[in-house]
T-cell receptor, first 114, second 116 residues
Framework: GESVGLHLPTLSVQEGDNSIINCAYS??????FIWYKQESGKGPQFIID?????DKRQGQRVTVLLNKTVKHLSLQIAATQPGDSAVYFC?????????????FGKGTRLHILP | DTAVSQTPKYLVTQMGNDKSIKCEQN?????MYWYKQDSKKFLKIMFS???????INETVPNRFSPKSPDKAHLNLHINSLELGDSAVYFC???????????????FGNGTRLTVT
């Protein structure tokens, strides 16, 4: 069935350290993956995306890694800052039987320690 | 200068009532969506419209009826509200019919619906 899940529901990271948020997906036919950040009281905000023909993509302080062999996605945040505190969602472009939609994982809360 | 705006932000109502949530986007996008986020933060798609035409309709009770008067607006009407409808409802938009590379979803800030 549809499943985009995360290994850790809560991640605590020291300010200045790097954060790694992991995600497992189930649909091998998914061709596009996205990370969203949701701050308290706000809607999810796009961070970075990656197509299935890539294994790495870098943005400003963020890197997404895709391992299709094990159906694993990760988001790396360099030099984590207090403003990075949020819930992070991975999402996939679910494509099956002419059914195309973006489905979200369960989310990981990133907590920054001072 | 909000790109995707929803009203109201909070909605408290009693069981059995009918309520509507409005959404507008000024991004010029062709596709709009409604997502529901439950108390565990799980986000699930409900509907999507492309140029006023329904293209995704997930397994949602028919008490929920989306309406798109034009491609910049997608409203959600809910009849006979139930306790289980309590959640945060997010409107979103994207340029492409299916959010794709370089066409991510843009979300509003949500409407927190509480049914008592």
């Amino acid at each position: 069935g549809e499943s985009v899940g995360l290994h850790l529901p809560t991640l605590s990271v020291q300010e200045g350290d790097n954060s790694i948020i992991n995600c497992a997906y189930s649909n091998s036919a998914s061709d596009y993956f996205i990370w969203y950040k949701q701050e308290s009281g706000k809607g999810p905000q796009f961070i970075i995306d990656i197509r299935s023909n890539m294994d790495k993509r870098q943005g400003q302080r963020v890197t997404v890694l895709l391992n299709k062999t094990v159906k694993h996605l990760s988001l790396q945040i360099a030099a984590t800052q207090p403003g990075d505190s949020a819930v992070y969602f991975c999402a996939e472009n679910w494509s099956q039987n002419r059914d195309d939609k973006i489905i979200f994982g369960k989310g990981t809360r990133l907590h920054i320690l001072p | 200068d909000t790109a995707v705006s929803q009203t109201p932000k909070y909605l408290v109502t009693q069981m059995g009532n009918d309520k509507s949530i409005k959404c507008e986007q000024n991004l010029g996008h062709d596709t709009m969506y409604w997502y529901k986020q439950d108390s565990k933060k799980f986000l699930k798609i409900m509907f999507s419209y492309n140029n006023k035409e329904l293209i995704i309709n997930e397994t949602v009770p028919n008490r929920f009826s989306p309406k798109s008067p034009d491609k910049a607006h997608l409203n959600l009407h809910i009849n006979s509200l139930e306790l289980g409808d309590s959640a945060v409802y997010f409107c979103a938009s994207s340029q492409e019919p299916i959010s794709s590379y370089n066409s991510p979803l843009h979300f509003g800030n949500g409407t927190r619906l509480t049914v008592t």
